[in-house]
């Protein structure tokens, strides 16, 4: 599988572990940096990680920061894109059976490596169990959808859920 891979600063030495561990594993990793601890802006690595999973440069995404919240937001704002702040293995199973997770959010200060690689492991492992999860999934799109047409912003908003 090609994963594509992005972190912060804070984040830098967990996706080095989380590289190394997918090539040990046989997959093909695109690294988007950063390439150091030095201080960096992570909304647009996590942009390109993002982008990279949505084209299909990439099978599945992986980004990491201090905590993984920034990250994951931000991965989140590329349509298409449905990124799982996980931060353990049975958050990460549900973030692929019910949600079709396409990239994986975790916090190197939260997570240690050896708990982080067997996250890594299950999301990628797993598949979306699609039925009614399908149909919600469907749902969100759609709500993303509307929010890039500005005739549609606001959606369902006066309809009875």
């Known amino acids: 599988m090609k994963v594509a891979l992005g ?4 984040g830098f030495g967990l996706k080095g572990r989380v590289a190394e561990h997918l090539k040990a594993g046989g997959h093909e990793v695109v690294d988007f940096g950063t390439h150091s601890r030095a ?3 992570y909304p647009w690595v996590c942009a390109e990680v993002g982008r990279a999973v949505v084209s299909g440069r990439a099978e599945a995404g992986v980004v990491v920061g201090g905590s993984g919240q920034g990250e994951q937001i931000a991965a989140n704002k590329v349509r298409g894109v449905r990124a799982a702040l996980c931060q353990n293995e049975f958050t990460a199973r549900l973030a692929r059976l019910h949600n079709d ?3 994986l959010a975790l916090g190197e200060r939260i997570v240690a490596a050896e708990f982080a ?5 299950e ?3 797993t598949g979306f169990e699609g039925e009614r ?5 469907g749902q969100i799109h759609e709500i993303e959808e509307d929010e890039c047409d500005p005739g549609k912003q606001g959606g369902r908003q006066g309809e009875e859920l």
């Open 117 to 121: 690689l067997g996250i890594v492991d």
């Open 7 to 10: 972190s912060d600063h804070a």
């Open 123 to 125: 999301f990628l492992a």
């Open 133 to 137: 999860h399908a149909r919600r999934v």
């Open 39 to 41: 201080s960096v802006d």
């Open 101 to 103: 997770a396409n990239v």
